[in-house]
């Protein structure tokens, strides 16, 4: 059985990529400083699967603890979500984003080296691309320079492991995530964020669940089909699969390069007001929202073209915007 440490292991995509990693068969190891997770996820994680995952509570920033974690244990593959996210933080905050997000990189990367380990998986966004010139946006199009120290962590960091991936012995994919929402279907994990949420739906089935009055759509002039920006949203069990399809790609050396990047969406871009409608069909509320001022930074629209994920990764989605919704919503009224 194959080992796998996943950093982040409690966070939003963390804990569900352990859940897929263990009902795929292999062992899995948490490291997860709690930082922006909760310890109760762990029971959750072993309530669904009925394994529990071996757990350490290490700070990525004490090169001493990862010197030692990486002394004492052997694994096959590390996926590594470990990292801070949110793009507001990080522009009042940037020497915290640069030691969460790459400092603790730059450690993983060198204890892989020491040990010979070659499997890495990195969560990159598609904040790389910033505004793309041509939609649906492939892995082809230029990385734009960063609207935030956030961003810039996710190029930089892609940047360290290509140059290791050409002079060391590891195999690396980064994931360009879209944007991941929803749930388990079993909703038992899910999102859970930190005071008031800055991302669109936990901030909508907040809205629908009496906790904020009211959502505000950031625009309704941008040159989109109905006014309000376009994303592609992409059910989280579905982002967690994709990763396990890249670890078995670098596992079973079908990898073409040492360093891969795939992007990893549903290839269909919703706006915000299509994203509030199927809400409110899946959930049968109506939503109170207003249309206010544009949100600085946001880009007019971003959805993927996947058919290099689809091809390479052998790996699609399979939940539509509405599943999404739904767990989103279910697992919002557990809360
Ligand atoms: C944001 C980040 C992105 C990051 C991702 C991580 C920015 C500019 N981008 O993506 O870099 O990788 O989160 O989770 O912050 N919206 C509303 N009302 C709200 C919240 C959002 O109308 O209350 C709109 C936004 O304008 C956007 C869409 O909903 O058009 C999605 O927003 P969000 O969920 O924050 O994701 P991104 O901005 O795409």
């Not at 399809?245 to 871009?269: C, H, M, P, S, Y």
Request: aromatic share 8%; charged share 25%; with cysteine.
């Amino acid at each position: 059985m194959n080992r796998i440490l996943v950093t982040g292991g409690l966070g939003f995509i963390g804990s569900h990529t352990v859940v897929e990693l263990q009902q795929a068969g292999y062992e899995v190891v948490i490291i997860d400083n709690l930082y922006n997770s909760k310890i109760e996820v762990l029971e959750s994680i072993t309530s669904i699967t009925g394994i529990k995952p071996t757990y350490f509570n290490i700070d990525l920033r004490n090169k001493r603890a990862v010197e030692e974690f990486f002394s004492n244990n052997s694994v096959d593959g590390i996926i590594h979500f470990a990292a801070s996210k949110a793009v507001g933080e990080s522009v009042k905050n940037p020497l915290l984003y640069y030691e969460n997000n790459v400092s603790t990189l730059v450690y993983v990367l060198q204890e892989m080296k020491k040990h010979q380990l070659t499997n890495f998986i990195f969560s990159s966004s598609c904040t790389v691309y910033g505004q793309a010139d041509e939609l649906p946006i492939t892995e082809n199009a230029p990385v734009k320079p960063a609207e935030s120290p956030y961003g810039n962590t996710k190029q930089i960091g892609e940047e360290i492991i290509k140059e290791s991936c050409k002079v060391d012995s590891l195999k690396a994919i980064a994931l360009r995530y879209f944007n991941p929402i929803g749930a388990h279907e079993t909703a038992i994990i899910g999102e859970l964020p930190l005071g008031v949420p800055q991302n669109l739906i936990p901030f909508v089935t907040q809205t629908a669940a009496g906790i904020r009055e009211e959502l505000s759509v950031f625009g309704d002039d941008y040159p989109t089909k109905d006014g309000t920006a376009v994303r592609d949203y992409i059910h989280v069990v579905d982002l967690a699969k994709a990763h396990i399809a890249a670890l078995e790609r670098l596992i079973n050396n079908k990898n073409k390069k040492d360093f891969e990047v795939f992007n990893v969406g549903t290839g269909i871009g919703s706006s915000v007001l299509e994203v509030i409608k199927a809400f409110e069909k899946v959930s049968e509320k109506s939503l109170n929202y207003k249309i206010v001022d544009k949100r600085e930074g946001d880009v007019t629209a971003a959805y993927a073209d996947t058919t290099f994920a689809n091809n390479e990764l052998g790996w699609k989605t399979e939940k539509t915007l509405e599943d999404a919704l739904l767990d989103a919503w279910k697992w919002q009224l557990k809360q």
